[in-house]
């Protein structure tokens, strides 16, 4: 695979000598690579950045790699590769089901990783992408990027975590309760005003195109309706 731009990696690992050896040989192998060593550096950094992969320690200080993954879950994120000593069935159907792509037992060959990390990025790069588009408004599901009248629109991750929400559930009524359960889960007990609030700068910054589509429906929450129809 040949990309426009180096490929990005987020490792997370929390031993040092791994670290730094898996981080030399991933830089040498030609990839952008940025480390966290703990569950919580690693969710810091998915909130701000969007690496193309993730490979992922699951024994982590102070948020394990099932936690970051459970805290991930609801928002769109890039494909995690596992590194781990574990072989416990039921840790790895977890982790299935929380998006993993691959494991990679540890101890490992860096040449292997490097072999899996390429497969897993052409995979992504043939598939489908999931973009959403109404009007002169473009939304990159995948890679966490919004377009209005041609010019990327910058979302904080509340908003754009809302916005991508509502856009996977078109027609369909939301509630705040349900926006603050599943889009904002960084955010503990998000009254309903907060949730208005960042609608209504994500309608503001969408211009007419994010006001016509998304529609307050009055006693309940929101409802994305990209032709603009009205409850």
């Given amino acids: 695979m040949q990309p426009s731009r180096p490929v990005s990696l987020l490792v997370v690992e929390d031993d040092s000598s791994v670290a730094s050896g898996l981080v030399r040989g991933l830089r040498e192998a030609g990839f952008e690579v940025e480390l966290a060593c703990d ?8 909130a701000h950045r969007a690496p193309d992969l993730v490979v992922l320690d699951l024994m ?20 995690v590769i596992v590194l781990t000593a574990r072989a416990d069935l039921g840790e790895r159907l977890r982790c299935f089901a929380l998006g993993v792509v691959d494991f990679v037992p540890k ?10 990390i390429r497969a897993r990025l052409r995979l992504a ?13 473009e939304l990159d599901l995948d890679r966490r990027l919004v377009r209005a009248g041609g010019a990327e629109i910058a ?38 005003r907060t949730i208005d609030t960042h609608v209504a700068r994500v309608r503001k910054k969408l211009g007419p195109a994010g006001a016509a589509a998304i529609a307050t429906v009055w006693g309940i929450g929101y409802r994305f309706t990209p032709a603009g129809e009205r409850a």
């Fill in 39 to 46: 569950g919580a550096q690693a969710r810091e950094a998915l």
């Fill in 60 to 79: 982590l200080p102070v948020l394990s790699g099932i936690e970051l993954l459970e805290s991930v879950k609801e928002r769109p994120h890039p494909p």
């Fill in 125 to 137: 790069e043939e598939a489908p992408s999931r973009v959403v588009r109404w009007a002169d408004v």
């Fill in 155 to 192: 979302l904080t991750r509340h908003e754009l975590d809302i916005l991508a929400y509502l856009v996977q559930r078109p027609g369909r009524a939301v509630t705040r309760e349900q926006i603050a359960e599943r889009a904002l889960s960084g955010i503990e007990a998000p009254e309903p």
């Fill in 107 to 116: 101890p490992f060959f860096l040449e292997e990783l490097v072999a899996r």
